[in-house]
């Protein structure tokens, strides 16, 4: 079964519109991390948000937002006013404390193209 | 600070041939990781290491070995390699359990 879900598999919109990314994960350890990773064309991965199951707080940088919702396992990126800049995949990944040793588990990932 | 580097960052196998992707941190990281990226599939673990001198399986090990003689650098070998192994190939380092790993650049590998 997949631990990490994202649901979306392409997404387009028009430049400054907001859009939201959903992620929704599977787990029994009490203790996990959550992540977001970026990969633009060129192809590496950006790191961008890591959260420990412990803070639910949400969290914002700039134009992100990450909302962690543990009651629905859920934890959503928010990107406003979108640029044409932004258009990459973005993964959602998940660290169980009890697993095997700091693996990520990640999800299929949300093709984003930012539309000028 | 190089961080995670990565070599080669393309190559073109023939089917049977062999080959070794290397992967070097300078971060003084105990644990490293390798995973393919596939369309559609996310990244998916292939081997791991939580020390030199100690490998273990991931999700897909299958056709792979890896060696960790060397704290610094974690060697994925391909013996055969056969048109299934086309991929990207990642590398990446932590210093320990659940932080942020560090990703190396890539190994875009076609095996034709």
């Known amino acids: 079964a997949q631990k990490v879900t994202q649901a979306q598999t392409e997404i387009s919109v028009v430049e400054k519109e907001d859009v939201t990314l959903d992620c929704v994960y599977e787990?029994?350890?009490?203790?996990?991390?959550l992540f977001w990773y970026k990969q633009p064309p060129s192809g590496e991965l950006v790191f961008l948000i890591r959260?420990?199951?412990?803070?639910?707080q949400n969290e914002i940088s700039g134009r992100y937002s990450w909302n962690f919702q543990k009651s629905t396992s859920s934890f959503n990126f928010t990107i406003t006013a979108s640029q044409v800049v932004d258009s990459a995949v973005y993964f959602c990944?998940?660290?169980?404390?009890?697993?095997?040793?700091?693996?990520?588990?990640f999800g299929r990932g949300t093709q984003l193209t930012v539309w000028p | 600070n190089a961080g995670v580097t990565q070599t080669p960052k393309f190559r073109v196998l023939k089917t049977g041939q062999s080959m070794t992707l290397l992967c070097a941190q300078d971060?003084?990281?105990?644990?490293m990781y390798w995973y393919r990226q596939d369309p559609g599939m996310g990244l998916r673990l292939i081997h791991y290491?939580?020390?030199?001198?100690?490998?273990a399986k991931g999700e897909v090990p299958d056709g792979y070995n890896v060696s960790r003689l060397k704290k610094q650098n974690f060697l994925l070998g391909l013996e055969s390699a056969a048109p299934s192994q086309t991929s990207v190939y990642f590398c990446?380092?932590?210093?320990?359990?659940?932080?942020?790993?560090?990703f190396g650049q890539g190994t875009r590998l076609t095996v034709v």
């Open positions: 990446a380092s932590s210093y320990s359990i659940n932080p942020e790993a560090f």
């Open positions: 787990t029994r350890d009490t203790t996990y991390y």
């Open positions: 959260r420990n199951s412990f803070d639910e």
């Open positions: 990944a998940l660290s169980e404390r009890g697993s095997t040793l700091g693996r990520l588990y």
């Open positions: 971060m003084n990281h105990e644990y």
């Open positions: 290491s939580v020390g030199e001198g100690t490998t």
